[in-house]
Every structure is written in C-alpha cells, then in structure tokens.
C-alpha cells in the first residue's frame, strides 16, 4: 500500500527540517529516495530547496551534479535545478557527542572570507544558516544541570548589492530552562553570564568577528522557558577562498567565463 504523495510530503518535511546529528540524517538521505519514486521525488525536491550540509563531500557533490548535469547520472538530483534553492543550513547537535561532521562544513563557513560562489551557483538563494546545539554546566557550582544551548547565525546573502559585498548577518542563542540567578550570589550570576556567553558567541562564530556582547545581553527577552539573546552585525565581503569550496561551487553553474578569468585573485586561498 503505498502512502498518497500529499502524506508523503509532511513525513519528509517533518524529518528534514527536524534537530538531527549528521549521522541520523545522512543516513535519511541515503535511505529515503529508495524507498520509491513518490518518495524519490518528493525528497529531491524539498531537499533542493532547503538544502542541509552534513558534510564538506557533501556539498562539492552537489556541486558536481550541477556542473555535469547533462551527463549526470544522479536518480535523486537528476534534474536539480539550483535556481530553487532558498536556503542552506549547517545544523551541529553536540548535546549527546563531542563530535558531529557537520563541524567541519560549518567552520568552513564560518571562515568563508566572501560568499560569491554561493550567489553565482545558486542565484535565489536567501541565507546560509549556522546552527548548533550543545549542553554546558552554567555555573561552578554543581547543583545546576547543565544547560541546553542552542545557536544560530544566519547569513543574509539575498541582501547582497554587488559581487563583493557588504552581508547583513543576524545572530541567535537561546538558552533552556537557565537557572535562577535568586539561587546564587545575583554577582556571581552575572560574572558567570557574560563569560559563557561570550565563550558560546565566541565558538559560534568561529572567532571569525570581535563583537560586543553586552547590547544582547542588555536586551534579552524570556519566553517559552528559554532565554534569548540576539544581535546583528555586517561581514564585508573580501577575495580569497576556503579549500577552494567557493570556487568548487562557483564554477558548477557556468554562469559565464568572466568571473573565472579573475580567479587566481578572487579566489586565492586564505586557509
């Protein structure tokens, strides 16, 4: 019996844009497009658009399959179009392991020195996002649990005016059920506050920015039994590139030879 195409839709989205570690999505990815067509289909074409990156090979894949697409075999992404593509997110679940492959995309991107590549390949992309969730202890003291942060950078490349440009970016941190400061010395929880904010703001960006954190922690809101901390800052776009990912990406969409012909500067390695 097999489930109508509109069932079919909710699951896949329902899990795709769920908190999953990369190794429980990647195994998604591999599994679900066999399932059938109906379900081939529908993956292909909500995963296009929204696209989550567990891996670096991952998405130089994906890249391949756009620039070789008339000879691309791909039963999944055989006709991938990069024009629906709207977002793409690096998701990082540190909360039950120290590791998750998705650490390695998303410091890529933290250290991309320009986005253009991104902007040539996929021409209606909106933002890149960076997530990540993990457990800290808040306090010295061990009584408190340790606590569930959960961050989010999102970078605005539909906002971009010119090749290099000038990229709005928004920041997130959320943090679950945080103690009551009534329960510690309110100094101390203070003291305690700014210093792991500032080390999570300080991971989350990858040490990429030199920000102040005192306007987020000023203006923090909570609701929903969650503190939320959020700010915005702007990148200014510069040449260079992250083991040529941004070239890789570039170069997939064709898109006319004279952005290459200034590659060896736009694109010089800067780590």
Known sequence: MELPPELVDIIIAEFWYSELPSKDRITFMIACPLVNTIWRDV??????????????????YLASIIRWKRWNNSAVYGGFSPDSTRSITCYVDLTNSKDDAAKDP????????????????FPNIEHINLEMKFRIRWYCNSSFSRQLFRTRVSIKLGQ????????????????????????????TAQIFRRHILEG?????????????????????????????????????EKRGDVRSINFHIGRAADRGPRIWSESPLLWSQVC
């Not at 010119?162 to 010395?185: A, F, M, N, Q, T």
């Open 106 to 121: 998303y410091s890529a991107f933290c250290n991309m020195p320009n986005y253009l590549g991104f902007r040539i390949c």
């Open 160 to 187: 971009a005016t010119s090749e290099l440009s000038v990229l709005p970016v928004e920041w997130s941190i959320s943090i679950h059920c945080p103690p009551d400061d009534e329960k510690v010395c309110p100094i």
């Open 43 to 60: 993956y292909a074409r909500i995963t296009s658009r929204d696209i989550y990156v567990p891996t670096v090979a991952y998405l130089l």
């Open 200 to 236: 999570v703001f300080m991971d989350m960006i990858q040490h990429c920015h030199s920000l102040p954190i005192s306007p987020a922690i000023n203006e923090s809101t909570y609701h929903h039994c969650a503190q939320h901390f959020h700010n915005q800052f702007c990148i200014e």
